[in-house]
């Protein structure tokens, strides 16, 4: 029987594994490159204000959510408020000077009127949208057995569970938002809807969740953010008797006759486990710490051909300014566009956390602007420092240079500014090109399953978002649980989370 368990980062995944292995009494212990956990899910301090560089809305915030019992078995929630929405989001559409407002309400209704308001030809297309939005309010994704331990038992339940949504499965999983936007014959509601999220790529269906969870009030945002959500599940873990080693980057895993035993830190510290989870960057662990040697012709078109989440260059400014009144999401048109790594912008994408006390001193407000960069134009100028900051503090003038056109005397207001770029990302996590995610969600990646254990070698698994097409903060924490029971299983273990 394993006992010993090492895990490679402290994401939410390696966490979540780390919590589920020590309730169910193995020994475990997580190596993180970094000083801190959560990896993408953190936050970072400047001049009094908190970045957040990942919570938007938590799936599982709500006890009302079937979700929520993960989220309690991890502490994750405890003694925190979440904060729920009444709009989504805002888009300006058409142009600066015939421009229309797009307001994405959570509730259904709100969201019905308004639309039909902007189009009122597009009225049977509109109610589809909402109703399907309303329908899948109640869908719930997450099931307590894995999938790879499901029995005929569990399959029939699942079917049962599923079978009120298959018509609209059927219907509608092959379509992306972009496709299904050209259903409607306003140009303003197509603008509106193709971006949405900025990524029209994205399974439409993927939206609708999203949607649909706004519209039930199943996903909120818990104050204090990021970093103190990844701490209440970090002190959940060491509670349970479990250890992090910090600064402790994993150069190799460790393998003997086709078994992994162990790991190899850059500073050449080895350590041996029973079992060694990765809950790491899923290429740099196939193809760098395992050298290659336990993938297949699947796995490697999986890396080289799925699309990932473009990565981010993320703008924070912290403004003697209270913006509490103005959406707390919005996308604005510029009179005048900007250009941004070659590329010109004709909008500007903003987001404020006065939402949250925590994020700014009382009176000011936390601003993100964030756009869709380039990783490879980075990584050139990263060759020489000197182009590269200059390089960020030219976009960062520019930028707030678009902000005071928008917010006139704005400029003299601002306390602080930080930028991250795909590289900053990728320096903090490893995560492969700076993506603040991994796989994206598309139609293709909607139903696939990767497996989380790799040709010819044993007593290794793979945790996280590389092994859970969408990701998240959710998917990441079950697929740590998932991967517990697993062992669980194969140790002939009753899984438990009563600890």
């Known amino acids: 029987m394993s006992n010993d368990i090492i895990i490679i980062g402290s994401g939410i995944a390696g966490l979540a594994s780390g919590c589920y292995a020590q309730m169910n009494g193995y020994n475990s212990t997580i190596f993180e490159q970094h000083s801190l956990p959560g990896g993408l899910c953190t936050s970072w301090d400047r001049k009094g204000y908190t970045i957040d560089g990942c919570i938007h809305w938590l799936v599982g915030s709500s006890p009302e959510s079937g979700f929520n019992k993960y989220w309690k078995e991890l502490h994750a929630l405890n003694g925190v408020t979440s904060v729920y929405h009444d709009i989504f989001t805002t888009i300006e559409t058409g142009t600066f000077k015939d421009k229309k407002t797009f307001i994405v309400y959570a ?79 306003n140009p303003h509601l197509r603008e509106g809807l193709t971006n949405i999220l900025n990524m029209p790529n994205f399974s439409f269906l993927g939206l609708i969740f999203m949607l649909g969870w ?54 050449g510290e080895q350590y041996y486990a029973d079992i060694i989870i990765s809950a790491a960057d899923g290429y740099s662990t196939i193809y760098s710490m395992l ?8 796995i490697d078109r999986i890396y080289k051909t799925l699309p990932l989440f473009k990565p981010l260059f993320l703008l924070s400014i912290g403004v003697k300014r209270d913006f509490s009144s103005h959406p707390c999401m919005v996308i604005k048109h510029l009179q005048s566009p900007v250009i941004i790594e070659g590329e010109k912008h004709a909008k500007l994408g903003i987001k404020h956390y006065c939402f949250d006390p925590a994020m700014a001193p009382e009176g000011s407000s936390l601003l993100e602007i964030y756009y869709t960069s380039d990783y490879d134009y980075w990584k050139k100028l990263s060759q020489t420092p000197d182009l590269y900051n200059r390089e960020k503090n030219k ?14 005397g704005i400029k ?86 009563t600890n």
């Open 107 to 185: 509730d259904t209704a709100k969201l019905n009127s308004h639309m039909k308001e902007i189009s009122p030809e597009d009225s049977t297309e509109i109610d589809i949208f909402t109703s399907l939005i309303d329908k899948f309010s109640s869908f719930e994704m997450a099931t307590d057995t894995p999938p790879e331990l499901m029995k005929i038992g569990d399959f029939i339940k699942m079917i049962k569970t599923m079978k009120p949504y298959m018509k609209e499965f059927r219907m509608y999983r092959k379509l992306t938002i972009a496709d299904y936007a050209s259903k409607f014959t």
């Open 395 to 408: 976009i960062a003038d520019t930028l707030i240079g678009a902000l005071e056109s928008l917010y006139p």
């Open 214 to 267: 706004q519209n039930s009030r199943k996903a909120g945002f818990p104050v204090g953010g990021s970093l103190e959500f990844s701490k209440r599940i970090e002190n959940r873990f060491l509670s349970l008797g479990g250890k992090i080693k910090y600064k402790s980057p994993v150069q190799k895993i460790l393998t003997k006759n086709n078994q992994a035993i162990g790991i190899k830190l850059e500073n």
């Open 412 to 497: 003299q207001e601002i306390e602080m500014i930080d930028t991250a770029t795909p590289l900053t990302f990728e320096r903090y996590t490893s995560n492969r090109k700076g993506t603040f995610e991994g796989w994206l969600l598309t139609p293709k990646t909607l139903t696939l399953k990767i497996k989380k254990t790799l040709p010819g070698l044993k007593n290794f698994y793979m945790t996280g978002q590389w092994v859970q097409p969408g990701g998240g903060i959710p998917s990441a924490a079950k697929s740590g649980r998932d991967l517990i029971a697993i062992i669980c299983h194969k140790d002939k273990k009753v899984f438990t989370t």
């Open 291 to 298: 050298s290659g040697k336990h993938t297949s012709k699947k």
